[in-house]
């Protein structure tokens, strides 16, 4: 069974400084691996996703993520955090087969200081 | 955007009442899920469609069921509301590669 473990329900960062979301999954097999990204009072966007290509994956707005196998994590950075990426992070691992259900982690906020 | 809405978006309900969200897609996705989203808790999946007429279980299905009678439409209802059910719905297409996309979701509450 797959499971994700977002460590932070809420993460502060200065303008400017590095953003770093934490992400720790659980599968029996090899996963598909995402983060999400909810604005207050929206539906959830892709940032980016990892399918067993290449394991540093770079997303939108200069997000990046690394798929670690030996840690088991799916760690997202960004080098300078800006006022906008203020949102909730999600973390999502799927099956490969079947009927793709997500799992999702219990979300981190980002609060972003001027 | 996968052309996905939710009807109604925001919904005040009494305890006891049946309530029916609807997920309307134009993107002829097959795969169509239907999550609730509660603080400290994520997202989680409530039953998901396959298919026309196909639908199955989510980790939270209890006191939920859904119907796709059209591609297109993906219902959940609420047979009689509890408090308990008081979140924020949101619904899903997959393309059946990789990422699933979402609607802007269904703020429901339960008095």
């Known amino acids: 069974a797959q499971s994700v473990t977002q460590l932070g329900s809420h993460v502060s960062v200065s303008e400017g400084a590095l953003v770093l979301l934490r992400c720790n999954y659980s599968?029996?097999?090899?996963?598909?691996l995402f983060w999400y990204v909810q604005y207050p009072n929206q539906g959830l966007q892709l940032l980016l996703k990892?399918?067993?290509?290449?394991?540093l994956v770079k997303g939108i707005n200069g997000f990046e993520a690394e798929f670690k196998k030996s840690e088991t994590s799916f760690h997202l950075t960004k080098p300078s955090a800006h006022m906008s990426d203020a949102a909730e992070y999600f973390c999502?691992?799927?099956?490969?087969?079947?009927?793709?259900?997500?799992?999702f982690g219990t979300g981190t906020r980002l609060t972003v200081i001027p | 955007d996968a052309g996905i809405t939710q009807s109604p978006r925001h919904k005040v309900t009494e305890t006891g009442t049946p309530v029916t969200l609807r997920c309307h897609q134009t993107?002829?996705?097959?795969?169509m899920y239907w999550y609730r989203q509660d603080p400290g808790h994520g997202l989680r999946l409530i039953h998901y469609?396959?298919?026309?007429?196909?639908?199955d279980k989510g980790e939270v299905s209890d006191g939920y069921s859904v119907s796709r009678s059209k591609t297109e439409d993906f219902l959940l209802t609420l047979e009689s509301a509890t408090s308990s059910q008081t979140s924020v719905y949101f619904c899903?297409?997959?393309?059946?590669?990789?990422?699933?996309?979402f609607g802007p979701g269904t703020r429901l509450t339960v008095t």
């Open positions: 469609s396959y298919g026309v007429k196909d639908t």
């Open positions: 899903a297409t997959w393309t059946g590669t990789y990422e699933q996309y």
């Open positions: 599968s029996s097999v090899p996963p598909y």
């Open positions: 999502a691992v799927s099956e490969k087969t079947g009927a793709n259900n997500l799992f």
């Open positions: 990892y399918t067993s290509a290449a394991t």
């Open positions: 993107e002829n996705h097959r795969y």
